[in-house]
């Protein structure tokens, strides 16, 4: 079992900038892939982000986003804290949402939705 831990949620105003962090526990690897989805009010669930990595070089480290994310957030983990972030900068109100780490050890489905594991989530309220 892997356990997900989102923090760094909150109140914030348009155009300024958040950082969420996911913590994971329990029988974790740094082979996980780990990424972030969100859902607004009214709205399915939507990817926002992942990031995995093959164990090798940190050059190895691979990142993807949605369009409407490109540029403005950034993902990151910390291996040896067993932590992914995401850097969320020039936020916008229709980045309101609650924001949900997943992990699984196939990438695709992380980006896909399909993951194994899910955190409890965060809420981002961006006003305007």
């Known amino acids: 079992q892997v356990h997900l831990v989102e923090s760094g949620g909150g109140l914030v105003q348009a155009g300024g900038s958040l950082k969420l962090s996911c913590a994971a526990s329990?029988?974790?690897?740094?082979?996980?892939?780990m990424g972030w989805f969100r859902q607004g009010p009214g709205k399915e669930r939507e990817f926002v982000a992942a990031?995995?990595?093959?164990?090798?070089?940190?050059?190895?480290?691979?990142?993807y986003y949605a369009d409407s994310v490109k540029g403005r957030f950034t993902a990151s983990r910390d291996n040896a804290k067993n932590t992914v972030y995401l850097q969320m900068n020039s936020l916008k109100p229709e980045d309101t949402a609650v924001y949900y780490c997943?992990?699984?050890?196939?990438?695709?489905?992380?980006?896909?939705?399909?993951?194994?594991?899910w955190g409890q989530g965060t809420q981002v309220t961006v006003s305007s």
């Open positions: 329990g029988r974790t690897g740094s082979s996980y892939a």
């Open positions: 990031i995995s990595w093959s164990g090798g070089s940190w050059s190895d480290t691979r990142t």
């Open positions: 997943n992990a699984d050890s196939l990438r695709q489905q992380v980006v896909t939705g399909n993951a194994n594991y």
